[in-house]
T-cell receptor
Framework: DAGVIQSPRHEVTEMGQEVTLRCKPISGHDYLFWYRQTMMRGLELLIYFNNNVPIDDSGMPEDRFSAKMPNASFSTLKIQPSEPRDSAVYFC?????????????FGEGSWLTVV | DAKTTQPNSMESNEEEPVHLPCNHSTISGTDYIHWYRQLPSQGPEYVIHGLTSNVNNRMASLAIAEDRKSSTLILHRATLRDAAVYYCILRDPSNTGKLIFGQGTTLQVKP
């Protein structure tokens, strides 16, 4: 399997622009997670889905952020409008639940810079 | 989610063993102890996990205290490639699938 695939790998955008980050989870996995990482706050869980349904979005910072999972093989994280403080690495991850817990596999991240 | 405490940083020499400690005094009976690591410019990756007994895999060993209030990740022979941030995380598999990361331990490996 190719692992979790994220795009774009790097994006530089101007403040106020819309940003869409994309994720293809590992085939067959039933959980999908979006994390954000900054030097100040470390790795933060933004939202996660189970079987394409959002389960917990309490980590989404504000209404400018939205995430969707229209099917089992695709998810998006959108920021509209973007602000400089949104600059971070955004990781998508996926896992398959088992009775002994589940190993979570991360993508390589989308490096976002908002200027 | 129960909290873990790890040292901010540790140093090791190449080809020597490394013991990375983690305290989790509020662990519940169903919490598994998971370790992930994050190499520079990469996403976190799974290292090992256990419940009560010590565990070994090709990457590392996990030693769990008898009272489960602490654990130690053991890298038997550190290489330069093991320089990373190591995260100790408690997860209850019957609760949710999510991982909540702390600050982790930054491991430096000297040649």
């Amino acid at each position: 399997d190719a692992g979790v695939i994220q795009s774009p790998r790097h994006e530089v955008t101007e403040m106020g622009q819309e940003v869409t980050l994309r994720c293809k989870p590992i085939s067959g996995h039933d959980y999908l997670f979006w994390y954000r990482q900054t030097m100040m706050r470390g790795l933060e869980l933004l939202i996660y889905f189970n079987n394409n349904v959002p389960i917990d979005d309490s980590g989404m910072p504000e209404d400018r952020f939205s995430a969707k999972m229209p099917n089992a093989s695709f998810s998006t994280l959108k920021i509209q409008p973007s602000e400089p403080r949104d600059s971070a690495v955004y990781f998508c991850a996926s896992s398959l639940w088992t009775a002994r817990g589940n190993t979570i596999y991360f993508g390589e991240g989308s490096w976002l810079t908002v200027v | 989610d129960a909290k873990t405490t790890q040292p901010n940083s540790m140093e090791s020499n190449e080809e020597e063993p490394v013991h990375l400690p983690c305290n989790h005094s509020t662990i519940s009976g169903t919490d598994y102890i998971h370790w992930y690591r994050q190499l520079p410019s990469q996403g976190p990756e799974y290292v090992i996990h256990g419940l009560t007994s010590n565990v070994n895999n090709r990457m590392a060993s996990l030693a769990i205290a008898e009272d489960r209030k602490s654990s130690t990740l053991i890298l038997h022979r550190a290489t330069l490639r093991d320089a990373a941030v190591y995260y100790c995380i408690l997860r209850d598999p019957s609760n949710t699938g999510k991982l909540i990361f702390g600050q982790g331990t930054t491991l430096q490996v000297k040649p």
